[in-house]
């Protein structure tokens, strides 16, 4: 068990799916401490899974229980039905954060079209 500072809670790994018509994402968090700011080590990927001419794309999200939830950019997947992509990435939320969550979805340019969201809270 890692412990991070004087009464923490320990850090460990964690992870989030979902999936709605055409797309399909994951985050991985690694190395979170519930209680922190920090997501040390977070995998998002997605997958494009319709032929249908659109494109898809995926985000993270920094749940806080006293402050908003932090929403962090989209990542985008343009090379069309059964391909996918992932990112790895660090976070900080300027909110004492209770979790994460990830959201996939399938945009036509600048519209969204459709959306998943998966929550992993502490």
């Known amino acids: 068990m890692i412990l991070v500072g004087q009464g923490s809670s320990p850090a460990y790994a964690a992870v989030a799916g979902c999936t709605a018509t055409g797309v399909s994402g994951t985050v991985n968090v ?6 922190s700011h920090n997501y040390p080590s977070v995998y ?3 997958a494009d899974t319709k032929a ?3 494109h898809v794309r995926v985000r993270f999200v920094s749940l ?8 962090y950019p989209w990542r985008a997947l343009y090379d069309g039905n059964g391909t996918s992509k992932g ?3 660090s976070a900080y939320s300027p ?3 209770a979790g994460f969550a990830v959201q996939a979805a ?3 340019g600048d519209n969204q079209i459709t ?3 998966d929550y992993n809270w502490y």
């Open 30 to 35: 690694e190395g979170y401490t519930a209680g």
């Open 44 to 46: 998002l990927s997605v």
């Open 52 to 54: 249908d001419r659109h």
């Open 64 to 71: 806080s229980v006293g402050g908003p939830h932090t929403y």
């Open 87 to 89: 990112w790895s990435t």
């Open 95 to 97: 909110a004492t954060t």
């Open 106 to 108: 399938v945009y036509e």
């Open 115 to 117: 959306y998943c969201t």
